[in-house]
């Protein structure tokens, strides 16, 4: 059973997003740490081409501190640059103001502020991000995806212009591996896919990248290869037992990932930039010939998810942008 989640509502922000893009000034971009590369919409590039890029990794506290380090380089490229960001952390705010300034230095002016699109998929910390830079509450935040629905806008301190987007998925996720770590890590309404599918996926992954974790978190002394018989010791040590039945996987899918959420199995970084292709590679340019949103050039999908003819170019053009700051003569 494949994993895809791509609700009609979404579809409608996508293209508000793209208009969106053609107003601002810079994108900063929301990935969990812990799933950079899955968590990044391959849309995005497309829609926000040539404009200067602040990727941040939300949640490193959750994921490998030397994992995280790695990905920091490697998303950082030319006009892009990367932060990691505990929400809470000091300062967080002044970071972000100082980096979102340094990438548009031309802008920042009183009447002409940094105009920041605030982009990611569900449930990453958009809107607690958009909610650190504001100082104070304004945009509803809950540990779940698809929780902002409508561009909310405001200016705020340090010279930016902020807009928080919905979060926005791609309409097929050809790549598995990622839409298993997706949902593991809660970006996915769990309505779109069967937990027990998903908690195999990271009980076998566990026991192949980290065993110790579920030998001391779940004082387990075998390992077996099985996915079910794995979850199933798991379970009897948790209690997790129908009457009459015996262990419930159900309930024991719902454990392990409500622990891997919280971080009560350590600081785990689901993939590493070694887990990817390097650009240019064979192997890269095969996974790139399936495009995320259909194949090369393919557009649009309208509300009833017919495709139409959207091409990058008309899609967004970094000259049509506008309330641009006077310059000295």
Known sequence: MSINWFPGHMNKAR????????????????????IPRSSQNPMLARWCAGLPTLRVLTKPDLADPQVTSSWLEVLAEGQIKTLALVANQPGGAKKL?????KLVPSRGQPGFPVRVMIAGIPNVGKSTIFNLLVGKRKAIVRDQPAVTRREQRIEVPGGLELVDTPGVLWPKLADQAG????????????????????????????????????????????????????LTLIARKRGCLTRGVGPDLGKVSDVLLGELRSGKLGRLSLETPDDFPAPGSHESETEGSTDADGPSGAGELTEDGEQTDDSPSEALSVRERVDEPPTSE
């Open 15 to 34: 293209r508000q997003l793209q208009e969106r893009a053609a107003k601002s000034d810079m994108v900063l971009e929301v990935l969990d740490a812990r």
């Open 97 to 101: 103001v100082q980096a979102c300034r």
């Open 179 to 230: 839409a298993h770590r997706l949902a593991a890590s809660g970006a996915i309404r769990e309505t779109a896919y069967d937990p027990l599918l998903v908690a195999r996926f990271l009980a076998d992954w566990l026991r192949r990248a980290h065993p110790l974790v579920l030998r001391t978190r779940f004082k387990l002394t075998a390992l077996p290869e099985d996915p079910d018989a794995l």
